[in-house]
């Protein structure tokens, strides 16, 4: 089997807790900290807590089911704390979970939302061509914005 069959496997397996997002209501988002990288995303769902973390060094993602969420914390380097540009999702129904890039080249989730036609909540590898040469090994977090019309201006 080549590296290539051996990755399309980890994908599919790391992901397997995917689609037991679609559907849940999203609670609460809380964001692993080492200072300074992002390092864990925890989501509080109406399905259960899940976390969405790098896998073998962070060239890929996976999902796991969590028995609780941690608590907001910020103690010796260990911070749990909440990610503002995510909140915009709380309240809402997880209406898609889709993993987008590949292994080692910007691997990761995107959510979108009920009621948020035009964001989407992304979570990815740091491995996506521009990574930071003074981080490794985590997350890069955003919000995509997207339009649908053409407006003259």
């Not at 290539?4 to 559907?23: A, Q, V, W």
């Not at 900290?33 to 807590?49: A, H």
């Not at 910007?106 to 521009?130: K, R």
Request: charged share 20%; glycine share 12%.
């Amino acid at each position: 089997m080549t590296m290539k069959e051996d990755y399309e496997g980890y994908t599919k397996e790391s992901s397997k807790f995917l689609p037991k997002l679609e559907g849940a209501t999203l609670h609460t988002v809380l964001i692993n900290v080492v200072d300074p990288e992002f390092n864990v995303v925890y989501l509080g769902t109406s399905n259960g807590v899940f976390a969405l973390q790098g896998e073998v060094g962070g060239g890929y993602l996976g999902v796991h089911e969590c028995p609780d969420l941690p608590e907001i914390t910020n103690q010796d380097g260990y911070i749990i704390c909440k990610h503002q540009p995510f909140e915009r999702f709380v309240g809402k129904t997880i209406a898609q979970a889709r993993q987008i890039g590949n292994v080692w080249n910007g691997h990761g989730y995107e959510l979108a939302f009920s009621g948020e036609e035009n964001h989407t909540m992304i979570v990815q590898s740091i491995y996506c061509g521009v990574e930071p040469k003074e981080l490794s090994d985590c997350l890069r977090l955003g919000v995509g914005v997207y339009e649908n019309q053409w407006t003259k201006t």
